[in-house]
């Protein structure tokens, strides 16, 4: 007797039957003794294409909609300060990694082949910029990258950068020499350690501006708005938002957020060799001194470095942890409260929470990155420092408002490092691509913008902490202030110590951050619309408070 075929024969045998039987259904060939079993998978076979078809002509359907939407939309005037043309020798404008002589002025070939190819975008013309060492531009092509939901990154606008001459950007410059004045003096200690600290003589300096944007109580700078965002949320409690000092319940890995900071008095690019090499695009010369203790952030320094390694979202991925383990309420619109007998996940809940941040942060820097390379292109701060440095030495002129001229914080920098140089915590200072908007900016605004949209923004955070003053910035205790503290304000505080803590750093301006903050929050909104639009079941209206305090409807 032979053999049974063993599985994969008789599998094979069945499938052949079956194709075979499939086929003379089809063409009406088939004879009266194809058995009701084959019938019915026919028939299954038959109704699944039927339905698949259906289902992808509505996804068609839906995606043509939503462009047709965003396609109309629109499109913002294209503004810019004008120093490109305005100014000799792009003395306003990003050079950073061109060529330069030993002022730091860019090498006029090299400036124009830069304009010619962010011009045309062409690859043969990006691979034509010259460059001043090994350090390589920060990704331009970036700025022509399209998107398949939400907004172009084309269609979003914001307002012109502040001018290099103005008093807007020379009230920007002393803030950054104040945040390099008092990068290792606690946040908290502003307030309690006034003098002795420099903090008193920073305030006169502030509020003797005639153009300064950050917030004030009774039209003054005081101890308890310094340095702080303008949104709400942001003047209560402590300086760090409770999503950068919670522990985060990581899945089964709970962490704390303890982070390698670098050593006090960690500051690079003080001497004109140093500058000049990288803004030649040099690798750096210095190296950073970290502390081999892990601890809490506490000072602008600890901010800073944070800021320095993270990654686009993680700010955010975070409190969306925090968020969903400490149970939070999810926003009033979200249609699963009213269900009893089953609840969100991969619609409204933890998969999509999370995996938002890592779409709209993508976005985010795309939109950026159109401003930035396209639109702006505004020096970074580094370099305005160098201008100013060799103004005062006598080296290069430059028109620089009087109130960053006769301010006496730079006066105290130079008493330190004796040069006028802005010091950076990062041995390479900025990143290779311009400063206006923050990219790191643009991200806090569009990725805590959707967790407002997400969550309860006026529910109360409970048990919320600071740093213990005695542990060494090593501990937590319950949070002993006043205020109330809710979601909103503390998801608003989070955005704007991301953003700040780049200006602290020395790589972005006041305006990069708070510019950039409602950039982001544009393009969140963007998305959502179509998110909301394209989910199962339908939700909204989302209604939520926006960085300026008004109402966003979706």
């Not at 942060?361 to 795309?366: D, I, M, R, V, Y």
Request: glycine share 10%.
């Amino acid at each position: 007797m032979d053999s049974l075929p063993d599985a994969s024969d008789r599998r094979r045998f069945l499938s052949i039957s079956l194709a075979g039987t499939l086929a003379a259904l089809a063409s009406g060939r088939a004879s009266a003794r194809v058995n009701p079993r084959q019938r019915a998978l026919f028939e299954a076979s038959r109704l699944g294409s039927l339905a698949g078809r259906r289902r992808m002509r509505e996804s068609l359907r839906m995606r043509q909609s939503r462009a047709l939407i965003q396609s109309r939309l629109p499109i913002p005037e294209t503004r810019t300060s004008g120093d490109e043309d305005s100014l000799p020798d792009a003395i306003g404008s990003f050079t950073k990694t061109l060529p330069h002589d030993a002022r730091g002025v860019v090498e006029p070939a090299a400036w124009q082949a830069m304009l010619d190819a962010l011009d045309s975008g062409a690859e043969a013309d990006l691979d034509a910029i010259p460059s001043g060492g090994p350090v390589k531009l920060a990704n331009p092509e970036a700025a022509w990258a399209f998107s398949l939901f939400g907004a172009d990154p084309h269609a979003l606008g914001m307002p012109a950068a502040p001018g290099y001459a103005s008093a807007q950007t020379a009230g920007e410059m002393v803030e950054l020499y104040a945040h390099a004045l008092l990068r290792d003096v606690p946040f908290e200690a502003y307030e309690q350690r006034r003098r002795g600290e420099g903090v008193a003589d920073i305030i006169s300096a502030l509020n003797a501006l005639g153009d300064f944007r950050g917030p004030k109580e009774a039209g003054e700078v005081t101890p308890r708005t310094l340095f702080r965002g303008n949104m709400p949320g942001c003047l209560d409690g402590n300086y760090i938002s409770q999503f950068l000092l919670l522990p985060v319940p990581f899945g089964a890995l709970p962490m704390d957020q303890r982070f390698r900071v670098t050593a006090v008095g960690d500051d690079h690019m003080t001497d004109a060799a140093g500058w000049l090499n990288i803004l030649r695009g040099g690798a750096p010369t210095t190296t950073a001194t970290h502390d081999d203790t892990p601890r809490y952030i506490t000072t602008g320094r600890d901010l800073g470095e944070f800021v320095h390694v993270d990654f686009p979202f993680q700010a955010y991925l975070n409190a969306a942890l925090i968020l969903l383990g400490r149970g939070v309420p999810f926003h009033p619109s979200n249609p699963f409260n009213r269900y009893a007998n089953r609840e969100s996940f991969v619609t409204y809940g933890i998969s999509e929470i999370v995996g938002r941040m890592g779409e709209v942060s993508q976005l985010a820097l795309k939109t950026a990155w159109r401003q930035k390379w396209l639109v702006h292109r505004r020096l970074r701060p580094e370099v305005f420092g160098g201008r100013l440095h060799h103004k005062l030495e006598g080296n290069h002129d430059s028109p620089i408002h009087a109130d960053l001229l006769d301010s006496v914080l730079p006066r105290l920098v130079h008493r330190r490092n004796r040069s006028w140089f802005l010091p950076m915590a990062y041995p390479e200072g900025s990143p290779t691509h311009p400063a206006y908007p923050a990219g790191h900016a643009v991200t806090a605004g569009a990725c805590t913008t959707v967790l407002k949209a997400f969550f309860d923004g006026s529910a109360v955070l409970g048990d919320p902490v600071e740093v213990d003053p005695d542990s060494d910035a090593t501990a937590l205790r319950p949070y002993s202030g006043g205020d109330t503290l809710t979601v909103g304000g503390e998801l608003n505080k989070l955005g704007n110590n991301i953003a700040i803590g780049r200006n602290i750093a020395g790589v972005h301006y006041r305006s990069d951050g708070h510019e950039g903050m409602l950039l982001g929050e544009k393009v969140a909104v963007a998305a959502m619309r179509d998110w909301i639009g394209l989910a199962t079941p339908p939700a909204g209206p989302i209604r939520f408070e926006g960085f300026d305090g008004s109402t966003i409807e979706i």
